[in-house]
Structure formats: structure tokens, C-alpha cells
């Protein structure tokens, strides 16, 4: 019972930080839309546009940075193992759904 109330969390979670990181990136396009339009058609802008921008940007990767380290997610592997065993790595991940990048 308390592993399923964890999971409802856990997808609950995860549903409202997708939520929210939709929200900013809307919130986000159209302070730089806007922003973009006042300056070319009306030769002026409004105040703090692009610190608003950037604190949405900020906001944005940090409410998507908990959604794209689940095993969902992308994994980038910064260090290259043994062939076998990257090559069994990469079976067991792919059956999982998630990608993997070696650089």
C-alpha cells in the first residue's frame, strides 16, 4: 500500500512539473514575442523583458531538470566503459525506453 501511494505521488509529481514547465515555456515565448514585436513595431519595448526572460529560462530548466533524470529521461554517460559491457548497457536501456549518448 505505501509503494502504491508512492507511485500515485511520484506521477502526480511529475504530471504537475509538466504542467508547470509548459506554463513557463508559453510564459517564456511570449514575454520574448512580445517583446521582439513592441521593438520593431512600436520602436520601444517594456521594462525587465529580458530579465524576465532570462529568470523564465532559469525557472524553466529547473522545474525540467527533475523530469529529464528519471530513466524517461535522457541519459548522457560522460565515460566510455568496456564494449561488452556498454553493449549490454545499451540493451537494458533501450528496454527501458530511454536513450543513451556516449561522448
Known amino acids: 500500500m505505501l509503494a502504491s ?3 500515485a505521488f511520484s506521477l502526480r509529481l511529475e504530471r504537475t512539473l509538466e504542467f508547470a514547465g509548459a506554463f513557463l515555456l508559453a510564459l517564456l515565448l511570449g514575454t520574448v514575442t512580445l ?9 520601444s ?4 523583458a529580458q530579465e524576465a526572460a532570462s529568470w523564465l529560462l ?12 528519471t530513466t524517461s529521461g535522457l541519459r548522457i554517460d560522460l565515460f566510455e566503459g568496456g564494449a561488452a559491457s556498454r553493449h549490454s548497457r545499451d540493451h537494458a536501456q533501450t528496454a527501458h525506453g530511454s536513450l543513451e549518448i556516449v561522448g
Do not use: E, H, K
Open 5 to 7: 501511494a508512492a507511485q
Open 35 to 43: 517583446s521582439v514585436v513592441l521593438r520593431y513595431a512600436a520602436a
Open 45 to 48: 519595448g517594456f521594462t525587465g
Open 58 to 69: 532559469v525557472a524553466l530548466v529547473s522545474v525540467g531538470l527533475p523530469l529529464a533524470s
